[in-house]
């Protein structure tokens, strides 16, 4: 109860805080931390101003601050530790920024505190982060944390840092490099040379993915991937054609004769990162475990015609942001100062003051053109394993 009350006068605090003077009513707070030495309270403290203060930039440490810091950042808690290195971030002390650069560099750490590390630097906008990132695209450890910062800058040397690189990567590093280089029209123009070119299968580029290009509304970056992908929304009288195409090949005998773990296969990569099914997958949009997958037919409905009937709670809301990045997905929260947003890859935190336009559409975040890049095979293989009465083994 204690942790609770320490907790909400924090938040209250910083709620009602003058706008022209955003310190002031830290003080307070940050003298119960001086006074205190019990760790739960400490991390509840310290959770509450982290959440309070979220999406703010460069603010005045409050009174006392300095004493703070010194007093936490020895304890033996690593969250406690963690919190106090980035409210000490955004209260402009170099020193705690030398010591994440540190923690994020150092090999010798943890995975997860190195990643904590950089989320807290990525949070902060902290100075030499990009540079940082370029580095850690080389580090296994790092490497999708990193890809995934890349995004937050416009950086030059980014699709050519990411594309050199990527015949290395695993296919989870391939899907967040790709995300990446979909984020901003010179980006995406970058990948779609390396698929022209070669250099990147086409059948790479998830429906989702080209769905995101298309909403860089930029037209010659549309044209160049329709050119070399395909179109990512087919006209209502093509969606007859594909739906009658597809009910031939998802036959009940055709159905008996699909391959299963292919089947699991195609549904890690075009469907999981979304849905759950034999528990396994995302909580992102509705679990298909019970809903009526044994019926292709149903199916077929839902993929080749995804916007026909759009919850609002499952509508599309698309951010471009001052640094030209754009964003589309979910909003799962939003606060006065930042929204949460729901991508088919992560959840991002995103601070309304670098928000330049937000449009929510009556769409679905699960694109049209899903089967645009499967083969008739892949198609009947995936229906079947939808309809399946359990799991099986991924293919070797």
């Given at each position: 109860?204690?942790?609770?009350?320490?907790?909400?006068?924090?938040?209250?605090?910083?709620?009602?805080?003058?706008?022209?003077?955003?310190?002031?009513?830290?003080?307070?707070?940050?003298?119960?931390?001086?006074?205190?030495?019990?760790?739960?309270?400490?991390?509840?403290?310290?959770?509450?101003?982290?959440?309070?203060?979220?999406?703010?930039?460069?603010?005045?440490?409050?009174?006392?601050?300095?004493?703070?810091?010194?007093?936490?950042?020895?304890?033996?808690?690593?969250?406690?530790?963690?919190?106090?290195?980035?409210?000490?971030?955004?209260?402009?002390?170099?020193?705690?920024?030398?010591?994440?650069?540190?923690?994020?560099?150092?090999?010798?750490?943890?995975?997860?505190?190195?990643?904590?590390?950089?989320?807290?630097?990525?949070?902060?906008?902290?100075?030499?982060?990009?540079?940082?990132?370029?580095?850690?695209?080389?580090?296994?450890?790092?490497?999708?944390?990193?890809?995934?910062?890349?995004?937050?800058?416009?950086?030059?040397?980014?699709?050519?840092?990411?594309?050199?690189?990527?015949?290395?990567?695993?296919?989870?590093?391939?899907?967040?490099?790709?995300?990446?280089?979909?984020?901003?029209?010179?980006?995406?123009?970058?990948?779609?040379?390396?698929?022209?070119?070669?250099?990147?299968?086409?059948?790479?580029?998830?429906?989702?993915?080209?769905?995101?290009?298309?909403?860089?509304?930029?037209?010659?970056?549309?044209?160049?991937?329709?050119?070399?992908?395909?179109?990512?929304?087919?006209?209502?009288?093509?969606?007859?054609?594909?739906?009658?195409?597809?009910?031939?090949?998802?036959?009940?005998?055709?159905?008996?004769?699909?391959?299963?773990?292919?089947?699991?296969?195609v549904w890690a990569k075009n469907c999981a990162s979304c849905h759950v099914l034999f528990g396994e997958g995302s909580?992102?949009?509705?679990?298909?475990?019970?809903?009526?997958?044994?019926?292709?037919?149903?199916?077929?409905?839902?993929?080749?015609?995804?916007?026909?009937?759009?919850?609002?709670?499952?509508?599309?809301?698309?951010?471009?942001?001052?640094?030209?990045?754009?964003?589309?997905?979910?909003?799962?929260?939003?606060?006065?100062?930042?929204?949460?947003?729901?991508?088919?890859?992560?959840?991002?935190?995103?601070?309304?003051?670098?928000?330049?336009?937000?449009?929510?559409?009556?769409?679905?975040?699960?694109?049209?053109?899903?089967?645009?890049?499967?083969?008739?095979?892949?198609?009947?293989?995936?229906?079947?394993?939808?309809?399946?009465?359990?799991?099986?083994?991924?293919?070797?």
């Amino acid at each position: 109860m204690r942790c609770i009350a320490l907790f909400l006068v924090a938040v209250f605090c910083l709620v009602n805080a003058n706008a022209a003077d955003k310190a002031r009513p830290l003080d307070g707070v940050v003298a119960v931390l001086a006074k205190s030495d019990d760790v739960e309270t400490q991390r509840d403290i310290l959770r509450g101003l982290g959440d309070a203060l979220a999406g703010r930039r460069k603010m005045t440490p409050p009174v006392g601050w300095s004493a703070v810091h010194e007093k936490l950042i020895a304890s033996k808690d690593a969250e406690v530790r963690s919190r106090t290195l980035a409210l000490s971030l955004l209260f402009g002390d170099k020193q705690a920024l030398t010591l994440v650069l540190r923690s994020a560099e150092d090999t010798s750490g943890t995975a997860s505190a190195r990643a904590s590390a950089l989320e807290t630097l990525l949070d902060a906008r902290a100075d030499g982060v990009p540079a940082l990132l370029r580095k850690l695209l080389d580090d296994k450890d790092l490497r999708r944390p990193a890809l995934r910062g890349l995004a937050r800058y416009a950086e030059a040397s980014t699709p050519a840092d990411i594309l050199t690189r990527y015949a290395k990567f695993t296919a989870d590093e391939k899907t967040d490099a790709i995300a990446t280089l979909a984020s901003r029209p010179v980006y995406a123009l970058a990948l779609i040379e390396a698929m022209e070119k070669k250099r990147i299968p086409t059948g790479d580029l998830s429906a989702f993915q080209a769905q995101q290009i298309t909403r860089l509304n930029n037209a010659p970056v549309t044209k160049r991937l329709t050119a070399v992908w395909g179109s990512i929304r087919p006209a209502a009288k093509d969606r007859l054609v594909l739906m009658e195409k597809y009910k031939k090949v998802a036959t009940p005998a055709d159905l008996k004769k699909a391959n299963l773990n292919n089947g699991r296969a195609v549904w890690a990569k075009n469907c999981a990162s979304c849905h759950v099914l034999f528990g396994e997958g995302s909580k992102i949009g509705p679990e298909l475990t019970g809903s009526q997958r044994a019926n292709p037919e149903y199916i077929l409905h839902k993929v080749l015609d995804p916007n026909a009937a759009v919850p609002k709670d499952n509508q599309v809301t698309q951010f471009e942001m001052l640094n030209g990045r754009v964003l589309s997905g979910l909003v799962k929260e939003e606060t006065g100062k930042v929204i949460v947003l729901q991508t088919p890859t992560e959840q991002i935190r995103i601070a309304k003051a670098d928000i330049e336009k937000r449009e929510t559409k009556p769409i679905s975040l699960m694109p049209e053109g899903i089967f645009a890049t499967l083969s008739d095979t892949q198609v009947r293989d995936l229906l079947a394993y939808l309809a399946g009465k359990g799991q099986v083994a991924l293919p070797k």
